[in-house]
């Protein structure tokens, strides 16, 4: 009730909810009550969540922040949401989010931009801004995001939240809306990295109706947090103090780096030669993809259609001119662009190469590190407007976060300071494929 009044109160400056669902939630909330009297509580029983609108849900609409699914009812849940569900959380609305989770600032929702709880003039990140701004003003406890390239990890450091993208396949992608479905990847965001140990327990687990969900056993996330950090090496990349990274997030971040050395970790700095390349990689493969999963809505199969067309080809052209947003269609473009005939193998095949030398990167790191520190991002929340007219700024706010998609190994960003303007800065670290564990962990430690 009290989240319920509260989204009913701030939400409207905010903007972080697409649709809550009061009746719903309440319902739920009651059976969770007696089942806790019953005294048969699940471990996360009555915990009122929120999950991104990218995340199909039979309840309500699944909107993707798009006028194009404006109406779109899901007659399925996704493998995370009935996860939650299953381990009694209650769903107390949607998310806003970029449109198709393409952006970094949460400017590209059809329903508008989400608003920094922090500093209602800057942005709260993307594409998870709805998630990160709603659990930062607590209008719920914790909430799903969606990572393709950093989106749940960087509207986690703007907002001053914890984050945590799992290892590709450790989660089901099942009804998850895609947008790169190589990089893709749902997980938790909370105001802690123990909230985020419980919601990724529930969460994460093989599913046969995603064939690249991985059938290995889930870790005892809660169990790992309270584990010694002495011995432990943390490896931090000298190709991530470059010029794009704002002096105060790198003084937070360093001053982090010393409290990991008090905690008793080693901390040493290593290589990731090709990270340099990780932006117009990701732009590349995650463009490519989204072109081809992107084709799905013609007007024929999903709910919007334009009034009266011409012809077929009419009917296709004008539905997607209405119904997608500006960026989405860039998306599309330079998709459609790599993958062509003449073009494939300057761009599509040549960015492929380029991902399997970062992965290989990353591998021959983790034979000496347990973990790779830097910042999340490479600036504090900045203003809303600021860099919307400009594509490229925009992209490089991922400077530090794509790399882990590409790869496959998990991250976590979580809060370690305040800028300037005394916003909050967040602290990434990646660990090793399936050792989310050892990042709550960390993170646990810290906090
Ligand atoms: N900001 C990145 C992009 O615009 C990542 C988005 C995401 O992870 N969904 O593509």
């Given at each position: 009730?009290?989240?319920?009044?509260?989204i009913?109160?701030?939400?409207?400056?905010?903007?972080?909810f697409?649709?809550?669902?009061?009746?719903?939630?309440?319902?739920?909330?009651?059976?969770?009550?007696?089942?806790?009297?019953?005294?048969?509580?699940?471990?996360?029983?009555?915990?009122?969540?929120?999950?991104?609108?990218?995340?199909?849900?039979?309840?309500?609409?699944?909107?993707?922040?798009?006028?194009?699914?404006?109406?779109?009812?899901?007659?399925?849940?996704?493998?995370?949401?009935?996860?939650?569900?299953?381990?009694?959380?209650?769903?107390?609305?949607?998310?806003?989010?970029?449109?198709?989770?393409?952006?970094?600032?949460?400017?590209?929702?059809?329903?508008?931009?989400?608003?920094?709880?922090?500093?209602?003039?800057?942005?709260?990140?993307?594409?998870?801004?709805?998630?990160?701004?709603?659990?930062?003003?607590?209008?719920?406890?914790?909430?799903?995001?969606?990572?393709?390239?950093?989106?749940?990890?960087?509207?986690?450091?703007l907002?001053?939240?914890?984050?945590?993208?799992?290892?590709?396949?450790?989660c089901s992608?099942?009804?998850?809306?895609?947008?790169?479905?190589?990089?893709?990847?749902?997980?938790?965001?909370?105001?802690?990295?123990?909230?985020?140990?419980?919601?990724?327990?529930?969460?994460?687990?093989?599913?046969?109706?995603?064939?690249?969900?991985?059938?290995?056993?889930?870790?005892?996330?809660?169990?790992?947090?309270?584990?010694?950090?002495?011995?432990?090496?943390?490896?931090?990349?000298?190709?991530?103090?470059?010029?794009?990274?704002?002096?105060?997030?790198?003084?937070?971040?360093?001053?982090a780096?010393?409290?990991?050395?008090?905690?008793?970790?080693?901390?040493?700095e290593?290589?990731?030669?090709?990270?340099?390349?990780?932006?117009?990689?990701?732009?590349?493969?995650?463009?490519?993809?989204?072109?081809s999963?992107?084709?799905?809505?013609?007007?024929?199969?999903?709910?919007?259609?334009?009034?009266e067309?011409?012809?077929?080809?009419?009917?296709?052209?004008?539905?997607?001119?209405?119904?997608?947003?500006?960026?989405?269609?860039?998306?599309?473009?330079?998709?459609?662009?790599v993958?062509?005939?003449?073009?494939?193998?300057?761009?599509?095949?040549?960015?492929?190469?380029?991902?399997?030398?970062i992965?290989?990167?990353?591998?021959?790191?983790?034979?000496?590190?347990?973990?790779?520190?830097?910042?999340?991002?490479?600036?504090?929340?900045?203003?809303?407007?600021?860099?919307?007219?400009?594509?490229?700024?925009?992209?490089?706010?991922?400077?530090?976060?794509?790399a882990?998609?590409?790869?496959?190994?998990p991250?976590?960003?979580?809060?370690?300071?305040?800028?300037?303007?005394?916003?909050?800065?967040?602290?990434?670290?990646?660990?090793?494929?399936?050792?989310?564990?050892?990042?709550?962990?960390?993170?646990?430690?810290?906090?």
């Open positions: 009730q009290a989240y319920l009044d509260r009913e109160e701030l939400d409207p400056r905010l903007n972080s697409t649709q809550s669902f009061r009746e719903a939630a309440m319902a739920a909330a009651d059976a969770a009550d007696e089942r806790i009297a019953r005294g048969e509580a699940r471990p996360l029983e009555g915990v009122p969540i929120a999950h991104k609108d990218l995340l199909a849900t039979v309840e309500g609409r699944t909107t993707c922040a798009s006028k194009m699914l404006e109406d779109y009812r899901s007659p399925f849940d996704a493998t995370v949401v009935e996860r939650l569900a299953a381990a009694g959380a209650v769903v107390v609305g949607k998310t806003n989010l970029d449109e198709f989770a393409m952006g970094s600032s949460n400017e590209t929702s059809y329903f508008g931009p989400v608003r920094n709880p922090w500093n209602t003039e800057t942005v709260p990140g993307g594409s998870s801004g709805g998630s990160g701004a709603a659990v930062a003003a607590r209008l719920c406890a914790g909430a799903t995001g969606t990572d393709t390239g950093g989106s749940i990890r960087q509207p986690a450091a907002c001053g939240v914890t984050g945590l993208k799992p290892t590709y396949g450790r992608r099942y009804g998850l809306v895609a947008f790169a479905s190589s990089l893709d990847q749902p997980g938790p965001m909370a105001p802690t990295a123990e909230d985020c140990a419980h919601m990724l327990g529930a969460m994460a687990g093989h599913d046969e109706r995603d064939s690249t969900s991985v059938d290995r056993p889930v870790d005892d996330y809660p169990g790992a947090l309270e584990g010694d950090l002495s011995g432990k090496v943390i490896g931090v990349p000298a190709e991530f103090f470059t010029e794009g990274l704002a002096p105060d997030v790198e003084r937070a971040v360093r001053a780096l010393d409290q990991y050395r008090e905690l008793g970790a080693e901390v040493r290593i290589h990731l030669p090709h990270y340099p390349y990780a932006i117009p990689t990701y732009q590349v493969i995650s463009a490519a993809e989204a072109s999963n992107l084709a799905r809505f013609d007007g024929v199969r999903y709910t919007h259609r334009t009034v067309p011409e012809n077929l080809v009419d009917m296709y052209e004008s539905t997607r001119a209405e119904g997608f947003g500006a960026e989405v269609q860039r998306r599309i473009m330079v998709g459609t662009f993958l062509s005939a003449g073009y494939y193998d300057a761009y599509y095949l040549k960015a492929q190469k380029v991902r399997t030398r992965r290989d990167d990353f591998a021959k790191a983790f034979e000496e590190v347990d973990l790779i520190a830097g910042p999340t991002s490479p600036t504090a929340a900045f203003g809303i407007g600021e860099k919307a007219a400009d594509p490229i700024a925009m992209y490089l706010s991922d400077l530090y976060t794509t882990a998609n590409l790869a496959g190994v991250g976590i960003s979580f809060p370690c300071g305040f800028s300037e303007g005394g916003l909050p800065v967040g602290m990434h670290l990646m660990a090793n494929f399936f050792r989310e564990d050892l990042l709550l962990n960390a993170a646990h430690r810290y906090q």
